[in-house]
């Protein structure tokens, strides 16, 4: 099927080459000051550009467009319509003009705001993002859009990061003024390699858990894990192997630079990473990235699961967010090849030093949801704690630079710390030296922030780290008002040393898995937010929210409002796998657990009747096991049951999160582990749902 990729690569988008050709030379240009300054753009260019953009659209067999946003259930969202336009003769035209790209009316009322807005006033609009190329996908012209209030609110995940871009840009512009440098385009880069897990669709109806809630809420542990490591790697197998290439070549048609797919570590489980971009880009690929994934699955009889902790006791899926900066181009986190461009990275590297511990809480409560909570700290997830990993060279220098011993530094290959006024010399970064169990890691050139769950739509976080780090940049900016020269470069190195002492807690280079980084971090100081209850008040702190209101990325009521809408859906998942974990006691487990100990015991009566004398005893233990655990399993269902009640009806979402993480999935755990627990007690036969073995190792 993949023919020539070059040729596919990107032929469903309208990108930067067919604006160039098909757009007149002055529309073109009034729209890539649009792209790349942020200029506004006027109706008569929007016209210019619809029609061409329709024309396109049409000849690769379009016939609706679509606003495609991304409101605050962390999906995506498109509603279609098509370019028909009935004339008077009984003929149809197809149009598109340019107020109809620029701006759209979904009727919004049910997207979750979070009190933003009552319902009564529900129109929301949305806003053409012309960063973000316009693709086709399933003959819709999707363009993408910002989702706002008509208060001018933000009721989507794009508004804030696209605020939070223009920011850093600014920020990290004042710091390059300092270093001598003219002003640049500012890129935040982001690479979310996106772990998922396959599994047949045939195994996948057959469970309740997995089609309502996307994990298994039982399942004893499989005989085979990963503890051969013969997954990862491993050769791909065929089902698999026609996914992905399908996966690919639809990818690459809509222009996400899909590059790398292996297995994962956990059987099913698999991996596609793509070539940074532009954050916004990047995370508009994403999306469309998860979305395809689970359409072509069912191509080919598989089921995407794409949930933090699908199966227990096995590897969770992440997604990895990789992050760095670029001027023009050049990766600011790069170190550089001569003193100046090494002291420049060092203010870049410490500023996000800074930023990761200042603004831990809120890196945390970004990637807080019911799914992660089931896979941070298990397995091979990284802990609840944020610490940052950054290698022996980087660790070696900033031990240095704290205890003022930078002159007896030296650097891997050697080079003596030059204590001149220039006074860094190039070093070099040992990109090999990774460090799996750190959950923000400095890989070589780039920051890989690893908590984020699978499911996640990636804008939070990053304009998390944008803000945080942006904070940052400024107060250096601030610091060095008016320096330069050799002024600047003393008070630079100062003011890093002093950043550095000060937050020499957030680095960590030993095993984030272990129990002793726990008791240490907790020595340090570092919080350890294991929940999402625990995790998510830290968004509505005074110090975040001052974060955000000072560079306008988000409003207080906005910051609210995102709160609430991340602790009703935490409720409401818990909620979804409360009934899930009930109804499947009732009519499945306990059933078949009573059906299997009737067996047994008829069976006892039956052997009895033709051999008195034999020895039964192991049967009447495992009659006893058997309604032992229904016992235990009857007890803890009726204290889920009514725990569940209690605490659904609570009215506060916090407090609701709180009995949730507290109570609700510690009742769902115990009852899963008595069910568990017969699983290998009672016969395959009468096990009502495919167990892990069954679904882990298919063909
Ligand atoms: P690993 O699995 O070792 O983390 P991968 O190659 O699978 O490495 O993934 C690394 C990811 O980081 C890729 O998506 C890559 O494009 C991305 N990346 C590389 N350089 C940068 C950068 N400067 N900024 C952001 N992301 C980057
Ligand atoms: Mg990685």
Known sequence: MSTNVSDIYGSLVFNEHVMAERLPSVTYKALMRTIEKGDPLDIEVANVVAHSMKEWAIEHGATHYTHWFQPLTGLTSEKHDSFLDPIRDGRALMRFNGKELIQGEPDASSFPNG?????????????????????????????????????????????????????????????????????????????????????????????????????????????KGQELDDHYFGAIRPTVNEFMKELDDELWKIGVPAKTKHNEVAPAQHELAPIFENANRAIDHNLLTMEKMRLIASHHGLVCLQHEKPFAGINGSGKHDNWSLAANGRNLLEPGENPMENLRFLVFLTCVIEAVDEYQELLRASTASAGNDQRLGADEAPPAIVSIFLGTELSGMVDALVNDHESEFESADKVAMDLGVSVLPAFLIDNTDRNRTSPFAFTGNKFEFRMPGSSQNLSETNTILNAAVSKSLKDFADAMDGLTGEAFEKAALAHIKELLKDHARIIFDGNGYSEEWEAEAARRGLPNLRTTAEAMPALISKKCIDLFEEFGILTEAEVRSRYEVKLE????????????????????????????????????????????????????????????????????????DETHHRVRAIPDQQECANENASKVVLLMNALRAEVDALEIVVSADHWPVPSYNDILFYA
Do not use: H
């Open 115 to 223: 009190g933003l807005r009552a319902t009564f006033e529900a129109r929301g609009y949305t806003a053409w993002d012309p960063t973000s190329y316009a693709f086709i996908k399933d003959e819709v012209l999707c363009i993408p859009t910002a989702f706002c209030s008509y208060t001018g609110e933000a009721l989507d995940e794009k508004t804030p990061l696209l605020r939070s871009m223009a920011v850093i840009e600014e920020q990290a512009n004042r710091v390059l003024a300092l270093f001598g440098e003219k002003r640049r385009r500012i890129d935040v880069t982001v690479g979310c390699e996106q772990e998922y897990f396959l599994i047949s669709e045939e195994q996948y109806k057959k469970r309740l858990d997995l089609m309502l809630t996307n994990r298994t809420l039982f399942g004893y542990a499989p005989c």
């Open 569 to 640: 859906k935490y409720n409401k998942l818990i909620n979804i796998e409360a009934r899930t974990c009930k109804r499947m006691v009732r009519q499945l487990y306990l059933p078949a657990i009573a059906d299997y100990a009737a067996e047994v015991a008829a069976n006892i009566g039956k052997v009895k009747a033709v051999a008195p004398d034999a020895d039964l005893s192991p049967q009447e233990t495992i009659l006893g096991k058997l309604n032992r655990g229904i016992k235990a399993i009857d007890d803890l269902l009726i204290e889920l």
